[in-house]
């Protein structure tokens, strides 16, 4: 299994980026997928996460109605859209695919992590 994680880079507080996550080499349709992030001398922490259909997302609270996590069962892709950045969502971001389709904010429910991708944010 083999997840390929892009779309990190520098940018202004209040701008935004999309992070895209391709899957390849299992079922992507059968699981759950998360974003997690660690930043410098921060353990790892959730972001967000999708059950295998897409009906059920879960945001962490320093995230939530700026973040929107969004999948594409027929691309296997899984994407972050990220607005209103802050400074303090500076961070290595990892995709994941989860060991079940349920949702699931525990990162070692998640099987399969993809290389990082770091973002940025600049005050």
């Known amino acids: 299994v083999q997840l390929q994680a892009s779309g990190g880079g520098l940018v202004q507080a209040g701008g935004s980026l999309r992070l895209s996550c391709a899957a390849s080499g299992r079922t992507f349709s059968s699981y759950a997928m998360g974003w997690f992030r660690q930043a410098p001398g921060k353990e790892r922490e959730v972001v967000a996460v999708i059950n295998w259909s897409g009906s059920s997302t879960y945001y962490a609270d320093s995230v939530k109605g700026r973040f929107t996590i969004a999948r594409d069962n027929a691309k296997n892709t899984v994407n972050l859209q990220m607005n209103s950045l802050k400074p303090e969502d500076t961070a290595v971001y990892y995709c994941?695919?989860?060991?079940?389709?349920?949702?699931?904010?525990?990162?070692?429910?998640?099987?399969?992590w993809g290389q990082g991708t770091l973002v940025t944010v600049s005050s």
């Open positions: 994941a695919g989860g060991r079940y389709g349920r949702i699931s904010r525990v990162s070692n429910e998640y099987a399969y």
